[in-house]
């Protein structure tokens, strides 16, 4: 319990000076969405090392079993991973066309794929 604590005013000492120095609604979502989106790069790209990692490993595992079902429980965490991404990364960009703004910050333009 206490660490639970500590995280969350760990989180609350970094994102208070991003609050208080936001202009206006907007400019704190910008920033968020900003923040988002290269959390999202940055796990996508881990995601997809992994995935090929675990490709490699099942790839040269002559015979082991048990490093085939290591390699294989590693690609299929790095395509969960991926997936999640993308959904959230769609979801995003449905909130970003329902409240009507289609550029993100420094003209980041997420389309959805329409239906």
Known sequence: M???SFFF???GVFT???VAFAADINSL???LLEVTMGIIKICGVLAFVAFF???V???FSNEDDKKKEQAKNIMAWGTLALFILVTIWGIIGFIQNTI???E???GIKIDVPQV
């Open 104 to 106: 993100g910050p420094q």
């Open 9 to 11: 005013a760990g989180i």
């Open 100 to 102: 009507g703004n289609t």
């Open 57 to 59: 490993l099942f790839l």
């Open 53 to 55: 990692y675990g490709l």
């Open 16 to 18: 208070i000076p991003l």
């Open 2 to 4: 206490k660490k639970i």
């Open 29 to 31: 979502l910008d920033m």
